[in-house]
């Protein structure tokens, strides 16, 4: 068993919250930071996040509270689970409050746009020159409510740190939750992020009900697409058999708790964006991050026809049904990419 460590979760919502629970319940020092006051008081006195996780009991090893100074001050691992929306700004308010011997790792799946960056280049580009490479990414088929639930799964840790790593599985490894390692941090981060994208797509299908066959098909042009993207960009394709690529691509795209699946299957039924995204409810990353991946491919002249396909129904109006007649128009290609 690891030493007892001081761990800080920013980000109170569904996966923050389990994170935090995870590395309390195996006897660390847990600060989570949430946006507001009266959440703090909330969680500190119930014991329980009721916004997210109600049925959750949480280790008395958590102590939630709205100041980020107070959270991240001694913080050895600091674990941010944040939307990305407020990503960047929430990393650079770290600066004056951290140590150089501290190690910061994104739990957040998503991509900042104007320019292109990944959540770990923003941790680097703002805190790089206090922590170095001590930065990593937590990626995986990981849907929250199974995890509070204690269902099986298993996730990612990737960095240049062989010590980040072999810190994290053992901080966040419990008889329920696997945690591997991965130095490839662009191919587990990309996965992450642009899995969102086709579990929209998955969700437009299933509420077509296209049949598994079709499903399979989208699914596996998916995984074609985004690892030929990842690849361009710097990523490792064998990355994407793993459990960051395939695993959470998988997990995300055949699951109604996923909240992007949960976006699809509105927007198949003709309803606007902006009134699907409140009738989910929580943050679907899958729609910011389609915008920011459809401008990057064009430059980069990465094919991704899916993408086109998905951003022309939800930002130019186009029917979801179009998106299959795409899928099948569109002159492809080979079946697997990167072979020798």
């Not at 990944?118 to 020159?129: C, D, K, Q, R, V």
């Not at 099986?152 to 939750?177: C, D, Y």
């Not at 587990?188 to 009900?209: D, P």
Request: net charge negative; with cysteine; aromatic share 6%.
């Amino acid at each position: 068993m690891i030493s007892k460590k001081q761990v800080a979760v920013l980000g109170g919502g569904s996966f923050g919250t389990v994170l935090a629970n995870i590395a309390a319940s195996n006897g660390h020092a847990v600060r989570l930071w949430v946006r507001d006051a009266e959440q703090a008081l909330r969680i500190n006195s119930e014991g329980a996040n009721a916004t997210y996780h109600p049925e959750l009991i949480l280790s008395d090893n958590i102590s939630a509270s709205e100041d980020l100074e107070s959270v991240v001050s001694n913080a050895e691992y600091i674990l941010v689970a944040t939307p990305s929306v407020i990503f960047e700004q929430i990393i650079a308010r770290l600066a004056p409050y951290i140590h150089p011997s501290v190690s910061i790792i994104s739990c957040t799946k998503g991509i900042q746009p104007d320019p292109f960056r990944t959540m770990t280049e923003i941790i680097s580009h703002h805190l790089g020159h206090i922590i170095g490479n001590q930065i990593g990414v937590l990626s995986g088929p990981n849907l929250a409510k199974e995890i509070a639930e204690q269902k099986i799964a298993g996730t990612v840790i990737a960095s240049s740190s062989s010590e980040l790593t072999s810190s994290i599985k053992l901080i966040l490894s419990s008889s329920t939750f696997k945690v591997f390692s991965s130095s490839d941090i662009q191919g587990v981060e990309l996965a992450g992020a642009l899995k969102n994208i086709y579990a929209i797509c998955c969700g437009i299908a299933h509420a077509k009900n296209v049949g598994e066959n079709a499903l399979g098909f989208i699914i596996t042009r998916s995984m074609a697409e985004m690892s030929r993207f990842a690849v361009a960009k710097g990523a490792n394709p064998i990355t994407f058999l793993g459990l960051s690529g395939m695993g959470d691509l998988m997990a995300t795209c055949t699951s109604k708790l996923s909240r992007n699946f949960q976006l699809g299957e509105l927007i198949a039924r003709d309803i606007s964006l902006l009134e699907a995204k409140e009738l989910v409810g929580q943050v679907a990353e899958g729609a910011r991050t389609l915008e920011v991946v459809y401008k990057e491919a064009q430059t980069i002249q990465v094919s991704m026809p899916m993408v086109e396909s998905l951003y022309n129904i939800l930002y130019k109006g186009v029917k979801s049904e179009q998106l299959l007649e795409d899928l099948l128009d569109h002159p492809n290609e080979v079946d697997v990419e990167f072979t020798q």
